[in-house]
């Protein structure tokens, strides 16, 4: 089969990984040096494909040959798909013509479960030492690590590449058990901690070789099952605090071809997976709970987004004096954040902050105007029930979609 | 009114603002334009050559905020910035800053700059020169570059702001010891491996270098591209937020985008698969894992 060939059949078969971040990786140069790539810390997108996600990375699978059988995912041993598989180096060339093109900023390398768990992350492994010591790549690297696979080869892994993931999927065990047989929680949590105990091996070692400098990170299915918000966002909390994960990342269920019957054949829900990632985002930069955002079990609100859901909830708080509230308490006022937040900190060293300040600094003004007090403004809405409330900041329902789904 | 000239130069500009600044001329007595048009203008009033009395007090941080937004294209590109500096040399730091009404148009124009140094890292496209040629050969196409090599790889990109000369430091680290040149419309870079050569006007020969050249291994990418869009995911005016339209021209992928948003439009999508790959035969797995 020829190269392009296999690239159609297994960048197809990679499109339902979420992740493509190419950040947080340590400088790296090759100013003067032989072999090529650099990394600033910063990601970089370098395209966006119409369905609005960045390319950031050549996202691939080593192959999508797999011996499992997830229902959810498209190269499962029981999927009717054309198969390939490409060879190390050929992810090797294909990894380097992109790069030297500027089209991607590293690799993502993930694959299906050939021969044994050890095998398959024994290939990872290979292309990711080809690059990094056969062509000294000072690009990105990020690779998928098999749960079950040796810790021994997943510590190798590490420390190749700047970024290691483990899917949890389904974040529950009974979720796993009907979906996706042959996985384990047990082993995925282990997995989680073999990368973590190296993360930590290293940190007060400075000479130490590097070990996924980018962190690790996770995906995890929203809407193949039943499992609501609650769930997810309560897992999503423990992985950070269990394994400092960087990113947790939420993957609405694409419908697949020759969909089984055990999952939806349903267009994705975006907006709840967008609804996650705003939830999750308050998680890791904003210091709120998971119990804030979902006491209870069930979903996110849809129509309002989360932290207007807590505004609404906690009135008692607002509105909040501009002039005079914690840092903390004025980024959690809905239509502000943290970049705001530290703008009007700032300001109000020099002065006092007034009404026409929020205009300049691009506060979404609708939203924040019933929570805030300034020199000269108070809200006339404070006084306002939060259904009331609710009803008039909530988003209107988008147009339909065109009905492919009906 | 006194109208200057400093050829889009910040080290120009910041010559003329500290003689300005001197003499304590207001901003509203100066205006910045280009040669042409300042005969428009009279000058009635003279000023002496030499630097005036007053000194003034500058934080290093401002002076790099002013470096930055002195990239920006635009009206009034020279003349807000001396009105930040006027402001801020009297004791008004607010002028500095976001919530300020001047402060925020500054910040804007940084954020301008900024993105567009981004796009430049994130949407310019190398393409490879041919190697195979005689060494003859080499150095009389390298001569009509008026360079001693010819680049490895050439990119054709148009940014909306001056960003090139700052943000292609980018390809140094990225590049290692390989030679690149990218040409603009207005300016142009060059690096020989060692050293990163600026022009601002970018001679005619690099121009046609970049513009034209092959790209005979171009479908890998374009494949790819095709390959990794989710198609049960279509959303259009998300990804003309992030990149903008007037980027299309020049990405090779352009051209595929309106075909690719209308298939999927058309309904035969019900799923995330591509088109091509659902018409192949599949293959299922026997045995158990």
Request: glycine share 6%; proline share 6%.
């Amino acid at each position: 089969m020829q190269l392009i060939d296999k690239l159609s059949i297994l960048a197809d078969a990679a499109k339902y990984d979420a992740s493509c971040a190419s950040s947080a990786a340590p400088k790296r140069s090759s100013e003067g040096k032989s072999g090529i790539g650099s990394s600033t810390g910063m990601g970089i997108c370098h395209s966006y494909t119409p369905d609005g996600r960045c390319v950031s990375l050549l996202k691939i699978l080593l192959t999508n040959f797999c011996l499992y059988d997830c229902q959810y995912c498209v190269n499962r041993r029981s999927s009717d798909v054309p198969r390939a598989r490409f060879s190390p180096e050929e992810v090797v060339t294909l990894t380097l013509d992109f790069y030297r093109r500027n089209c991607v900023s590293g690799l993502f390398l993930s694959s299906g479960i050939i021969r044994s768990a050890d095998y398959t992350m024994e290939q990872l492994v290979r292309v990711a030492r080809l690059l990094r010591e056969e062509h000294e790549f000072r690009g990105y690297i990020h690779l998928k690590t098999i749960p079950e696979a040796d810790p021994a080869l997943i510590e190798e892994a590490g420390r190749y590449a700047d970024r290691l993931s483990v899917n949890i999927e389904l974040p529950t065990q009974a979720g796993l058990q009907t979906l996706a047989p042959e996985k384990e929680m047990g082993s995925i949590r282990q997995a989680m901690q073999t990368i973590y105990t190296g993360q930590q091996t290293i940190l007060n070692e400075p000479k130490a070789p590097r070990f996924t400098p980018a962190g690790q990170s996770t995906q995890m299915i929203v809407g193949a099952d039943a499992t609501d918000d609650s769930t997810l966002l309560h897992t999503a909390e423990s992985l950070y605090g269990d394994f400092r994960l960087k990113r947790v990342y939420y993957s609405a269920f694409s419908p697949i071809p020759n969909s089984p019957k055990s999952v939806p054949l349903a267009a994705p829900p975006l907006l709840r997976e967008h609804r996650l990632y705003q939830a999750d985002f308050l998680l890791r930069g904003y210091g709120y709970r998971a119990t804030e955002l979902l006491q209870g079990p069930g979903d996110l609100a849809l129509d309002i987004d989360p932290k207007l859901a807590w505004a609404l909830e906690h009135r008692e708080v607002f509105p909040l004096d501009l002039n005079r509230a914690e840092p903390a308490m004025i980024a959690r006022i809905p239509g502000i954040g943290i970049r705001t937040t530290k703008r009007l900190i700032e300001l109000r060293r020099q002065r006092r902050i007034r009404y026409e300040d929020l205009t300049r600094l691009r506060c979404v003004l609708a939203k924040a105007r019933p929570f805030i007090i300034t020199s000269d403004y108070h809200p006339r809405q404070a006084e306002t029930s939060s259904v009331a409330l609710r009803e008039q900041l909530r988003d209107r329902p988008q147009p339909q979609q065109m009905a492919l789904w009906a | 009114m006194i109208i200057l000239d400093c050829e889009d130069r910040f080290d120009t500009w910041r010559q003329q603002a500290r003689w300005l600044l001197s003499h304590q001329i207001d901003p509203d007595q100066v205006s910045w334009s280009v040669a042409q048009d300042a005969d428009l203008f009279a000058s009635d009033t003279h000023y002496p050559e030499q630097a005036g009395p007053f000194q003034a007090r500058i934080p290093l941080a401002l002076l790099e905020l002013l470096q930055n937004a002195g990239q920006y294209c635009g009206d009034q590109r020279w003349s807000l910035l001396y009105e930040v500096l006027w402001r801020v040399s009297h004791g008004d730091r607010t002028a500095m800053l976001a919530g300020d009404k001047l402060g925020s148009e500054l910040h804007r124009r940084l954020k301008q700059v900024s993105r567009e140094a981004h796009h430049l890292h994130a949407f310019l496209r190398f393409v490879a020169l041919p190697v195979s040629e005689e060494a003859e050969d080499l150095a009389a196409k390298a001569a009509l570059l008026e360079m001693e090599t010819l680049p490895e790889y050439v990119a054709w990109h148009e940014p909306a702001h001056d960003i090139l000369r700052s943000a292609s430091e980018h390809f140094i680290g990225r590049m290692g010891r390989h030679r690149w040149m990218i040409a603009t419309p207005k300016d142009g870079v060059f690096y020989d491996g060692q050293q990163l050569i600026h022009q601002r006007e970018c001679p005619p020969a690099w121009q046609a270098l970049a513009r034209n050249a092959d790209d005979p291994h171009g479908q890998l990418w374009l494949t790819y591209y095709s390959h990794i869009f989710n198609p049960a995911r279509l959303n259009p005016k998300v990804m003309q937020g992030h990149l903008p339209t007037r980027f299309w021209k020049n990405l090779p992928e352009g051209p595929l985008i309106p075909a690719l948003i209308s298939e999927a439009r058309t309904g035969k999508q019900r799923d995330g698969q591509a088109k091509q790959i659902g018409e192949r035969r599949g293959k299922v797995i026997k045995g158990n894992a």
